[in-house]
């Protein structure tokens, strides 16, 4: 089952006695248990109805004696779960907590009418092959919230937009990703912040995301990239010492830039191959957005140059770091080289 369906079915109170909810997208999954909180149990009756646990704390039986206890003064309470990997995504037993998977699985065949669990793992995958993760399945619901892609990523942002009283269009929603990156929980801040800069009912516009919205070192470093690309040397060399006047270690930046170029042959050469660009952020461990722009920068570079721009890359580290090289210097002379190549 996927979020928008579940939150389709709780809102209708069509609501499951065990949730799974599993992935990398801890803000969705975070947001998903507070929508399910909301509908489920006023705000003054949360002090007692709704319960949080950890499995690395505390085991298994404890979360299902709460689950067969009785509500107090509501109807249905709601258990939240932390790190259940250990029976469900193939984690490692601690050896201090015994949790007795048996007794999960006899809650699971008779759930308690009353109660709700909310089971949260932080993981791309659950281990099919175990009991328990196909019981919860024909049992409750299984929930994946993994990295939007690009354009579900964009429509997000122009969504929490709206729900702060703002409006945005789709090239300032891209620009504000350039600026603050794909982190949800990031996002979410800027766009509250920017709602609250432009009021209620107002407009989000490019030049208030451009005022407000501080760029991270990695983003400075993809839009430095992007302006060697473009051969605008002067807009690049601004960037770079834009972050020496942060305090940038140039060391480190030498390490982003290599970083970015070889995320950029990958995903060339992965294109190369036909994957799509959900199988290429996967391979490479991106947000499916970062692919799509690494994607549009890697068609401004052959893949041999690509291999040779890594080569000097290298090959400047080495000589900043034996101390062949001034790091400042060595950086202006590779960009202006890059520039000119």
Request: one cysteine or more; aromatic letters at 6%; a neutral charge.
């Amino acid at each position: 089952m996927d979020a928008k369906t579940a939150l389709r079915d709780i809102h209708k109170g069509n609501i499951q006695p065990v949730y799974v909810c599993y992935g990398t997208e801890k803000y969705r999954m975070e947001e998903f248990v507070q929508t399910l909180t909301k509908q489920l149990i006023e705000e003054e009756h949360r002090d007692f109805a709704l319960s949080k646990y950890d499995l690395g704390e505390v085991p298994i039986d404890t979360v299902i004696d709460e689950a067969q206890t009785l509500p107090f003064l509501v109807p249905r309470k709601l258990i939240v779960v932390r790190d259940p990997s250990i029976f469900m995504a193939g984690g490692k037993e601690s050896g201090k907590i015994e949790h007795r998977v048996e007794h999960l699985m006899a809650y699971l065949s008779s759930p308690a009418e009353y109660s709700v669990i909310v089971f949260m793992i932080q993981g791309e995958k659950l281990d099919e092959r175990k009991k328990v993760v196909k019981t919860v399945k024909e049992k409750g619901a299984v929930i994946s919230f993994m990295p939007l892609s690009a354009e579900e990523l964009l429509k997000w942002v122009e969504k929490e937009a709206e729900k702060n009283g703002a409006q945005m269009a789709p090239q300032v929603a891209e620009l504000l990703v350039n600026h603050a990156g794909t982190h949800l929980q990031t996002l979410a801040a800027e766009i509250r912040k920017l709602s609250l800069y432009v009021g209620t009912g107002g407009t989000i516009e490019a030049q208030v995301v451009r005022e407000l919205v501080v760029r991270n070192t990695e983003q400075n470093i993809f839009a430095l990239i992007e302006e060697i690309a473009n051969l605008r040397v002067d807009r690049a060399l601004s960037i770079l010492y834009d972050l020496l006047k942060q305090r940038e270690e140039p060391i480190k930046i030498i390490a982003l830039i290599a970083r970015q170029f070889r995320i950029m042959l990958q995903v060339k050469e992965l294109t190369r191959q036909s994957y799509s660009a959900q199988q290429i952020a996967s391979q490479v461990g991106l947000h499916p957005y970062a692919v799509k722009l690494a994607s549009e920068q890697a068609r401004k570079f052959e893949a041999q140059r690509l291999a040779a721009i890594l080569s000097s890359i290298a090959e400047l580290d080495y000589e900043i770091k034996t101390g062949r090289r001034d790091k400042v210097l060595g950086l202006e002379l590779f960009l202006l080289r890059l520039a000119a190549s």
